[in-house]
């Protein structure tokens, strides 16, 4: 399919991350996914993985 597996691949490194969790927290989305049952920490633990 040619989509790399890092978000390192597309230039975007740890430092980003604390920014997106703020962004999410700032617009008030703080229960993600059907059940709303994805905080902005899984989140951050998700993009840490992904880095």
Do not use: W
Request: glycine fraction near 8%; include cysteine; charge should be negative.
């Amino acid at each position: 399919m040619g989509i790399r597996p890092h978000l390192s691949d597309y230039g975007v490194d740890l430092a980003v991350i604390p920014k997106v969790i703020d962004r999410f927290e700032k617009r008030g989305m703080v229960a993600l996914g059907e059940n709303r049952d994805i905080t902005p920490q899984v989140v951050e633990q998700i993009l840490t993985l992904c880095a």
